[in-house]
Nanobody, 126 residues
């Protein structure tokens, strides 16, 4: 079973940047589609971005397209979310999630994801 640990969250001013990291352990990292989701207070967890096993396919939700970018390093078993031009509405807990079937096309719904970490808080001050 895979374990996921997110890091890199924090408090940032609007317009600033953060880079989130998800470190995976256990299992075979190259079997997994990796995704990022976020959950703001009082809201459902929403899909942000995902990346296929060998980075040949990526999916980014419209609300962050052009500002956020997902990447992975299979040798380090890490997944990254680079977040630029942050807005107050990006404030949320960000979760790294694994689709252990490595399913393609990349899924954007949570029922396709099997494991997730404890999350990292991102707060954007306006």
């Amino acid at each position: 079973q895979v374990q996921l640990v997110e890091s890199g969250g924090g408090l940032v001013q609007a317009g600033g940047s953060l880079r989130l990291t998800c470190a995976a352990s256990g299992g075979t990292f190259t079997k997994y589609t990796m995704g990022w989701f976020r959950q703001a207070p009082g809201k459902m967890r929403e899909f942000i971005a995902a990346i296929s096993r060998y980075s040949d396919s990526k999916l980014v939700t419209d609300s962050v397209k052009g500002r956020f970018a997902i990447s992975r390093d299979n040798a380090k078993t890490k997944t990254y979310l680079q977040m630029n031009s942050l807005k107050a509405e990006d404030t949320a807990i960000y979760y790294c999630e694994v689709a252990d079937s490595g399913i393609v096309p990349i899924p954007s719904t949570r029922d396709n994801y099997d494991y997730w970490g404890q999350g990292t808080q991102v707060t954007v001050a306006s």
